[in-house]
């Protein structure tokens, strides 16, 4: 610097200047961290930001619902006031926006990014430039635009308030532009000088970025407080929904579905107390005692009772809604429900077949108690023997031909036919008849024969029924050296003494029929092909 006595040249002032400028870059120490930090800030500013718009874009929903639900000479002020202040706070930003546009024009030659959006403080090019924001915020006086507009603002989003709120809620408030501010040498300066003259451009766009938060809050205080001030005396509610409340949740084809359509208004920040009883129509406060308590979260209680013994089950409740007073509102609530047992039915098309002259066993089922259904097969016997289960019984003279099976259910008490299947018809196989249970002929050791002396007749192995078969009468005849002896008749499915000592004396090659078979069942009577052995 030049001696008193030695006015300074422009070059030493200019040399004076630029050495100011480095002091204080050196002071501020601008390194890649420092402006890696404000990108940082700035980004936890932005998300904020974007959190009170969710809120204020509720509470401004909330009001429009309350004037619907309530009516313009209940909300009409609180809704006229909500719109102004809704109003007043978009332009408040939108100024905001301009502002920062257009500095980052000024410093980047471009606001927008690729996208063609404004660009973030991570994207801006010249982050470390300070001339540009002081010759836009100070030269320019830009920045007492924006402290000019920020004081208009806030007397004018206040004003929407009674005197007593406004006064009590100004403090807090933020948006303080009329305090005083001192630079590092203690000296006082002002708002606009202590924020944006020679500061750094990535700091001033997060210092508006934290106006347009301060902004956006002070629009979510006033907002809530007229939102208050709908009426005092009334159950708040923030949450308005449509509900149906179905008559039943079971409809059948033919049936008519019925429901109650209402709008629904909860307080999602007051949950209310909800007490319930299984098997009655009605609970008192007198009786709580007894009943359970169920607790919820944001004002929504959820019953959740466990489907244990089948059939109709019904019970009823209590709600105790809290009042503005802090009193208690009872409300009460009741209701019914069917249990019914997990099931389901998987059938062969081609394989609905009963089996005429013994018991078909059969099960029916379907989205209805099954104490309340019924089964019923025209030309047939069905005989209930437990809920959803039957024997049924088909006569010889409907083989040969389809049988219609009709399941019907009590419904809301009124029985309605639930579905149809066609079954065949068929006679029951016959038996197979064998020696002892396992020979059916060839030829064999007389030991073989008389090992298990008896005609035994069994049903094969895919009958899946349980059909007892007796065989009641037989022939056997013995042809010896190409000679038949006269044919022995015997009763029932045993051998006879003679026959046993005839197969003991039979000689190797000697030839035995077993004919005429005769067996029988509750399936009716059957004539059996012969059985052929040769001894060995």
Known sequence: MGATNCPETPRQRMIGMMYLV???????????????????VDETLVNSNKNIDATITSDYSFIERQQLLFGEAKVGDAFKKAQQLKNESEAMISFIETMKSELLKEADKTDLNKEGQLKSAKEIESKDDWSAS??????????????TKLITYKSSILALLPDKVSSQIGNYLGLDVDGKYYNSDGEVESWETHNFDHSILIACVTLMNKIEGEVKNAESMVLKQIIAGISGDDFKFDVVKGKTIPETRMVFRGETYEADIIVAAYDSKSTPEVYYKMGVDTLREADLGSATRLDGIDGVVKLRLPAGSEGDQRYAGLIKV????????????????????????????????????????????????????????????????????????V?????????????????????????????????????????????????????????????????????????????????VIFQVRGMEEPAMAISGGRFSDELVRKINSAAPGTTIWFEDIKVSSSAGSRNIPNITVRIK
């Open 395 to 475: 006569p010889s003279s409907q083989v040969g031909k389809p049988v219609t099976c009709t399941v019907t259910g009590e419904i809301g008490g009124k029985t309605q036919t639930l579905g149809t299947t066609e079954f065949r018809v068929k006679q029951v196989p016959s038996p197979q008849v064998s020696i002892g249970g396992n020979i059916t002929g060839g030829k064999r050791n007389k030991a073989e024969l008389v090992a298990t002396p008896q005609l035994i007749a069994t049903m094969g192995q895919d009958f899946v029924y349980d059909l007892k078969w007796t065989v009641i009468s037989f022939r």
């Open 22 to 40: 480095l002091t204080a870059m050196l002071a501020l120490n601008v390194s890649k961290d420092i402006l890696n930090a404000f990108v940082v």
């Open 322 to 393: 809290k009042r503005p007073d802090g009193t208690y509102e009872p409300y009460g609530f009741k209701d019914k429900y069917t249990v019914l047992a997990p099931s389901a039915t998987v059938a062969a098309d081609k394989m609905n077949v009963f089996y005429s002259g013994i018991e078909n066993p059969v099960s029916i089922s379907a989205a209805v108690d099954p104490s309340k259904l019924s089964l019923s097969i025209p030309g047939c016997t069905a005989t209930k023997i437990g809920n959803g289960k039957y024997m049924v019984t």
């Open 134 to 147: 002081s010759r836009y915020f100070i030269n320019e006086k830009n920045a007492e635009k924006l402290k």
